[in-house]
């Protein structure tokens, strides 16, 4: 303590003894004092700082969460855009399917038809195909 407002001696220098001595060889407490000032004065900001990381660590974790899940309703919902286009095709396809089924019908009997002109043609009968 050097009685002039500075009481760890850690002032803007000089070699009054006031200050930071000019070799800190000179004076192996001045580190001490300084460190200890320091921490009287700045350690609270140091602690608040801590604090402060630590809730943004927090905030940080649960928004990394929110876009973990946000991700995930994505795809959920892109898959479910899939699923209507293949949904808003069904109609069509069954339309196709039922135009294939009525054209096979109308094939199935022209080939009767046919068998029956071949038979009449040949004298020979043909056998009816049961489709198994």
């Known amino acids: 303590s050097t009685g002039d407002g500075d009481p760890a001696g850690v002032g803007s220098g000089g070699s009054d003894g006031g200050g930071a001595p000019e070799n ?3 004076d192996p407490q001045w580190a001490q004092r300084v460190g200890g000032v320091l921490m009287e004065t700045q350690g609270r900001k140091v602690v608040e700082v801590q604090q402060t990381l630590a809730e943004l660590r927090k905030t940080q974790a649960t928004v990394a969460r929110g876009l973990e899940e946000t991700k995930e309703a994505v795809l959920w919902l892109q898959k479910l855009e ?9 109609p069509r396809y069954k339309e196709k399917a039922q135009t294939i089924v009525a054209a096979m019908a109308s094939i199935a009997a022209r080939v ?3 068998k029956k002109r071949a038979s009449k043609l040949s004298g ?5 195909y049961d489709g198994g």
């Open 124 to 128: 020979e009968e043909f056998p009816e």
């Open 82 to 90: 899939v699923l209507e286009q293949q949904l808003t095709l069904v």
């Open 24 to 26: 800190a060889k000179l």
């Open 112 to 114: 009767v038809k046919a």
